[in-house]
């Protein structure tokens, strides 16, 4: 059965250094969102992709983060200058049409800011 | 903004002890309401999705009603296997794939 992926599955960092979290959305799907998990704490929303382009955004996604698609297949999420309050459970997602079409979540990457 | 409100908290049932969870909702226009169970350290693993009041789906040991202000996630004679956390998440009219997340309800099942 496809499934996301991400990679890596732990990544610690120095405060303000920038880090790269990667996804391997499933293969024919078009819509990608990313989630961050605070231990403890609710999923929250940060940003939707499609079509090379933002189509929704939160108020946590600022302009520390930035999303791409480099290639075909993958989808990043980048933090310019990581803060100790960016540590978390990063969740990329994906479906095939957008809208309610079922978001297939990936196993996450655990982000330690220290 | 749309808000999610999930009780209890925490569950703790005996197997075969069947119960209910609670996810309450306020949203402008509802777009869909899911729900999805995630195993610690693991990413959401999708279950239900519930577009209108009235409706219901069933997989296995498990049951999601919807009502307007509310949906109801029914588990018959859970057994240990069903421990998890279980999340609901709402998308409301203003959005095209935000999903809102209530805070979960941590089912533990003992043997």
């Known amino acids: 059965e496809p499934e996301v992926t991400q990679t890596p599955s732990h990544q610690v960092t120095q405060m303000g250094q920038e880090v790269i979290l990667r996804c391997v959305p499933i293969?024919?799907?078009?819509?990608f969102y990313w989630y961050r998990q605070i231990l403890g704490q609710k999923v929250e929303f940060l940003v939707s992709f499609y079509n090379n382009e933002i189509s929704e955004k939160s108020e946590i996604f600022d302009d520390q983060f930035s999303v791409e698609r480099p290639d075909g297949s993958n989808f990043t999420l980048k933090i310019r200058s990581t803060k100790l309050e960016d540590s978390a459970m990063y969740f990329c997602?994906?479906?095939?049409?957008?809208?309610?079409?079922?978001?297939?979540f990936g196993p996450g990457t655990r982000l330690t800011v220290l | 903004e749309d808000q999610v409100t999930q009780s209890p908290e925490a569950l703790r049932l005996q197997e075969g002890e069947s119960s209910s969870l609670n996810c309450s909702y306020t949203v402008s226009g509802l777009r869909g309401l899911f729900w999805y169970r995630q195993d610690p350290g693991k990413g959401p693993e999708f279950l239900f999705t519930l577009y209108s009041a009235g409706e219901e789906k069933e997989k296995e040991r498990l049951k999601a009603t919807l009502t307007k202000k509310e949906s109801f996630l029914h588990i018959t004679a859970p057994k240990p296997e069903d421990s998890a956390t279980y999340l609901c998440?709402?998308?409301?009219?203003?959005?095209?794939?935000?999903?809102?997340f209530g805070q979960g309800t941590i089912l533990t099942v003992h043997p």
């Open positions: 997602a994906s479906t095939l049409r957008g809208g309610t079409d079922t978001q297939y």
């Open positions: 998440a709402v998308q409301g009219g203003t959005s095209y794939g935000k999903l809102t």
């Open positions: 293969s024919n799907h078009l819509y």
